[in-house]
């Protein structure tokens, strides 16, 4: 069950995203080490987030038995029913069980019950896997893209030249 993360729950959300986003690749399929080093964020960048968007939250999802983080989720309104979902990321030991599904779900499911009608997400271009895990799911691509914020190292630090986002959206049922 998703529920939202406070300040003193920043330090491990941190080491969470960057251990799914940037491990070493040798755990979770959803890595992103072979194409951008570095951490993937910040205490400073998610607690400034937090700050400037106080309608938007991260989402993390205890594990029942000892409250260890196994995922977290970013939603955020956007405007009129449209919200942006990211940095989702399950526990790389955990994945491939149905976890991602499910948090996914309860994330989409946080966002109706905020008035929400259309979820809309970025992708890194190359990331095919992903992309049809999510079209399996009910996104599909708007066409649009996203440049990646080349020469901006908040996020990491690209290791190809490359790197686009592409937009993905999906209009939630009712």
Known sequence: MLVPATDDDVPQLVAFINRAYRSDGTSGWSTEAG?????????GLVRAELAAKPGAAFLKWPAPHDG???????????????WYLG??????????GGLGSALLAEAEAWVRERGGRRVRMTVINIRDVLIAWYVRRGYASTGATEPFPYGDDRFGTPLRNDLSFVVLEKTLPD
Do not use: F
């Open 35 to 43: 194409y951008i080093s570095g951490s993937r964020t910040t205490e």
């Open 87 to 96: 940095t989702l990321a399950v526990d790389p030991g955990s994945q491939n």
């Open 68 to 82: 260890s983080l196994q995922g977290c989720v970013w939603v955020e309104p956007l405007g009129g029913a449209v």
